[in-house]
């Protein structure tokens, strides 16, 4: 018998923690949650004031019984999920499953897997907070409405299997309207003009001009920029001003959440997905020394805050690595500006400075070390000296132009030393002249001009994407991953070279839904209900109050929804321009589980349907005869994939495999990869010689020798987050571009 049960999420934190405990504690895992609304049903009993209906997640039952066995034998139960609000909602959950009384039953939280994290928090147990209970059930609820009640309608309105979201919903709204913007986007003209100077020491300059009759320069065409030119030329100039004063830039806070997905992704790429996950191995515990250990403290969070002793420790390894002058007087403590900050943990930093990265290279993976070591980077220059700069401005002025120079010359560099957050940022930039003072004459050697246009804003990437959601207050550090990932996987959003674009799917379910229901699915709307859920979260409101508030609108909305179904679908519906080949009726564009297609405007009495986009192989189709009748053969989609069919069809049914026109990579094969599926739909490559030939990839194939080591065709696959990967099959080698 144990005298304490102490229960965590994951197995991997359990061996952590049991390593720092004696022999009075027994640690077990609840391998996440394990209690939710039911899969298949709603779940929830609106008329009984919105009462979930709780089940047993599938596969879960074995651990209960593990921890109710163990809390039998236990004198002391201890509760250490997550420190958040999910967390909390798995702890009550637990609680409930081992039917033992609230008095038996403690929350304790980890910020840190450390000894002292550890024992800080078994030394401040409490009782689960119902207040953070309430405001993740608050959550819960209401996405699982919307989500039950609005996706229906979409599969009313165009195919069964869409699904909408309270928040991904307005993520691809974002998107949406971003793409929008571009879209629409209209470049305007404008000019910069620069002159080159040399000074009566023989000192050369580059300066910009900034203003024309002391207005801020405004040349809109090329007849403009060569008529100023001209005067530029005519002008005798004078020194109008020297300012020289050092300025000083400060070093950015610790990563919060939001942060840390948007830094990995700008640096490495990661998706959020990806970054969360080893966030949270080496939160849990990485093998040392043949122990595990937490490198960091809690990865989500939105605070800014740092202990008293963490400041300590990384100031002691300044000044020790890099000595007393990158070390300020004072130390920094930061605080966070935006709203609707929990402000529940600190931000994320190392728990041990004696771990340095390079000390424990050969404990990580190579992905683990690039986290660690922004993590560890990013905390240790913020507690560093600032960067100083020497920084000069020079304005010459001649006739009624004004020309300016600013060079800062980097004297010190201070934090900037570990931790520069822009490629672009170099030590020197535009160097000026030493020897120049105020009203001495400089002598024009050249004059240009510079055709620009106005760029429209960028699309997102996750990282950016992550910081505008951040922004917005809308969703919170557990959730950003989740909300990218979600939008991925429906395809309402795809990934190319790394930036996020809506797909037809996406427009149009967007549309439908900001149409339909504006008043759900909007950034105000969503971003009042995350300062609702804070509220509960403080005990400033009840979380019933915020669902009743939230039903009776939604409802309203969701029926007038219902009501304008028809016009919607119909509205969907894009002419084509094309006729019914059976009746003559005009074909039209409607939505299916594969996309577009064509279907006759006289359904149900005329089912004629064909694909909309069918892909062009490289031979012409009139080139292609059927080996049967002779008739021209086309390209159909089949249940098995692409296929050669007859045109001649019903008459003749001769169908042929399609070809990739790609050779077979397999020796003394001379086949041709053909594109088939799975009996389940999966689509899959093969050599169309098979079974004499049995290759097959899941992958798709490209056309392209390996690089590397030559191998006749290279793959394309999707990874977990959602990322595209060009590789070499055989080496194993991965490609950015082809």
Aim: with cysteine.
């Amino acid at each position: 018998m144990y005298q304490n049960l102490l229960i965590v999420e994951s197995p991997s934190k359990a061996k952590t923690i049991k390593k720092f405990l004696g022999k009075d504690y027994q640690v077990l895992a609840s391998v996440g949650h394990i209690r939710d609304l039911p899969e298949k049903e709603f779940g929830i009993d609106i008329a009984a004031d919105f009462k979930p209906k709780y089940v047993t997640i599938q596969g879960k039952t074995k651990v209960i019984q593990q921890l109710r066995a163990a809390a039998k034998d236990s004198g002391h139960i201890l509760l250490a999920p997550d420190p958040d609000r999910e967390g909390e909602a798995i702890a009550w959950h637990i609680a409930a499953a081992l039917n033992v009384d609230d008095h038996e039953v403690q929350r304790v939280l980890f910020n840190e897997i450390t000894p002292s994290g550890i024992h800080y928090g078994l030394a401040h147990p409490r009782k689960i907070d119902m207040s953070l209970v309430n405001a993740q059930q608050a959550r819960r609820i209401l996405d699982r409405i919307v989500g039950y009640q609005v996706s229906p309608f979409l599969w009313k309105t165009l195919y069964r299997g869409l699904s909408a979201g309270r928040v991904q919903s307005v993520a691809v709204r974002i998107i949406c309207e971003r793409e929008e913007e571009i879209l629409s986007f209209v470049p305007k003209e404008f000019w910069d003009i620069y002159a080159d100077f040399i000074t009566q020491e023989n000192e050369k300059f580059t300066a910009k001009c900034v203003k024309i009759g002391g207005k801020t320069i405004n040349v809109s065409d090329g007849k403009t920029a060569a008529e100023h030119l001209e005067k530029v030329r005519q002008a005798d100039y004078l020194v109008k001003s020297v300012t020289e004063k050092k300025v000083e830039k400060s070093p950015s806070p610790p990563f919060t959440t939001s942060t840390l997905q948007q830094e990995a992704t700008r640096k490495f790429r990661f998706g959020s997905s990806k970054t969360m996950k080893i966030a949270q191995q080496l939160y849990e515990g990485i093998e040392i020394n043949g122990a595990p250990v937490g490198l960091i403290t809690y990865m989500r969070t939105d605070s800014v805050r740092i202990s008293k002793e963490a400041v300590g420790g990384v100031r002691d390894y300044i000044s020790t690595r890099y000595g007393e002058k990158y070390l300020p007087i004072n130390a920094r403590f930061y605080k966070t500006k935006k709203k609707n900050v929990q402000d529940a943990h600190e931000g994320i930093r190392p728990t041990h400075f004696n771990l340095s990265p390079e000390a424990i290279t050969n404990n990580l993976t190579p992905d683990q070390k690039k986290v660690y070591t922004m993590i560890w980077n990013r905390f240790t220059a913020c507690q560093m000296a600032n960067a100083v700069y020497d920084q000069k401005v020079i304005d010459v002025e001649g006739d009624k132009y004004l020309f300016r120079a600013i060079g800062n010359d980097l004297i010190f560099d201070g934090y900037l030393h570990v931790w520069r957050e822009d490629k672009e940022e170099e030590e020197k930039k535009n160097p000026l002249p030493l020897k120049i003072k105020n009203n001495d004459p400089v002598r024009l050697t050249d004059v240009k001009s510079e055709q620009k246009f106005t760029e429209p804003p960028k699309r997102f990437t996750e990282g950016t994407l992550i910081k505008e959601l951040d922004n917005l207050g809308i969703g919170r550090p557990s959730t950003y991953a989740t909300i990218v990932s979600t939008i991925l996987l429906r395809k309402y959003v795809e990934q190319k070279t790394g930036f996020l674009f809506p797909t037809d799917l996406g427009k149009t379910v967007n549309e439908i839904l900001v149409t339909g229901m504006p008043e759900i699915f909007n950034v105000k709307f969503t971003f009042e209900m995350e300062e609702n859920l804070d509220k509960v979260e403080s005990n400033s409101k009840d979380w019933l109050d915020v669902m009743r508030e939230f039903y009776a609108p939604f409802k309203k909305s969701l029926e007038r929804l219902d009501l304008n179904r028809k016009d919607i679908k119909s509205n969907l519906q894009e002419e084509s321009g094309e006729k019914c080949e059976l009746c003559g009726s005009p074909m039209v564009i409607k939505w299916s589980r594969n996309g577009k297609f064509l279907a006759c405007s006289a359904f149900p009495k005329c089912k004629n349907a064909k694909p909309l986009n069918r892909v062009e192989p490289e031979v012409p189709y009139e080139e292609k005869k059927c080996p049967k009748c002779g008739s021209p053969m086309t390209v159909r989609d089949g249940r098995f994939g692409k296929f050669w069919a007859c045109t001649a069809y019903p008459k003749c049914k001769t169908t042929l495999p399609f070809s990739l026109n790609i050779p077979c990579p397999e020796p003394d094969c001379g086949g041709e990869i053909v594109q088939k599926r799975t009996k389940k739909g999966k689509t899959f490559y093969g050599c169309n010689h098979y079974p004499d030939c049995k290759f097959a990839t899941w992958n798709e194939p490209i056309k392209k020798n390996c690089p590397g080591c030559e191998y006749p065709l290279l793959e394309k696959k999707e990874t977990k987050d959602k990322k595209t990967v060009i590789f070499c099959p055989k080496c194993k080698t991965e490609y950015d571009e082809i």
